[in-house]
């Protein structure tokens, strides 16, 4: 079965903080996105990576980097956490056709304090 | 551009009754349509799609969703439902051309059913 595992649950950081978030994914697929998720708002993409070491900005990536070394891992980077990217963060990824639906991590819920 | 308006942000529902969830899209390309389910402390599951064909798609747990080009919407339907079925959903629309990198998400319904 299909499966995108997200390190962490729930983080707790402070203002200021380097953040990281990693997820894996055993797919084989090539294609990895990061979302943020808060009420009212849907899902709002930040990133997304059709590549090792290839990452296109999503809508939101003000105040977010990523980095993918290896096919399997994408890693979503707050330079200098604040308080109003607390938020729940979703990783996906998605098989090479047009029609494949997106496969999701169980998110971390970030709180930055 | 796409857009995807769920008309409703939270439904309550008894135990046993129908549901209906409705999605609106706007488009000027072909496009997929999926519904999303995302339980407590989860992330998003499949529930359904539409890529072509018959306008009328099954999905998981008794769901089903009818599109309808004209009216451009693809709501989503149970007949009875449980419980178990408290829940987001999330209705998303992805262009033919692009696939998955360009996926609209509509701002989700809460569904809550009572006993």
């Known amino acids: 079965d299909v499966k995108v595992t997200q390190s962490s649950r729930y983080l707790v950081k402070r203002t200021g903080e380097k953040v990281f978030l990693e997820c894996v994914q055993d797919m084989d697929h090539e294609n990895m996105f990061w979302y943020r998720q808060d009420p009212g708002l849907g899902l709002r993409l930040i990133y997304f990576?059709?590549?090792?070491?290839?990452?296109e900005k999503g809508d939101i990536p003000e105040g977010y980097s990523v980095s993918r070394e290896k096919k399997e891992r994408f890693s979503l980077i707050l330079e200098s956490a604040s308080t109003n990217q607390t938020s729940m963060y979703l990783c996906?990824?998605?098989?090479?056709?047009?029609?494949?639906?997106?496969?999701f991590g169980n998110g971390t819920r970030l709180t930055v304090t | 551009a796409q857009s995807v308006t769920q008309l409703d942000s939270q439904v309550p529902v008894f135990e046993e009754a129908p549901v209906e969830l409705r999605c609106n899209y706007s488009?000027?390309?072909?496009?997929?349509l999926f519904w999303y389910v995302q339980y407590p402390n989860q992330g998003l599951q499949l529930l359904l799609k539409?890529?072509?064909?018959?306008?009328l798609v099954k999905g998981i747990n008794g769901f089903e969703a009818e599109f309808n080009k004209s009216q451009t919407s693809f709501h989503l339907r149970k007949p009875s439902v449980h419980i178990s079925d408290t829940a987001e959903y999330f209705c998303a629309v992805t262009p033919a051309h692009t696939g998955g990198f360009k996926t609209i998400f509509g701002a989700g319904t809460r569904l809550f059913v009572k006993a």
């Open positions: 990576s059709y590549d090792v070491k290839m990452k």
């Open positions: 488009s000027s390309v072909s496009v997929y």
């Open positions: 539409y890529l072509s064909g018959s306008t």
């Open positions: 996906a990824s998605i098989g090479g056709r047009n029609n494949s639906p997106l496969h």
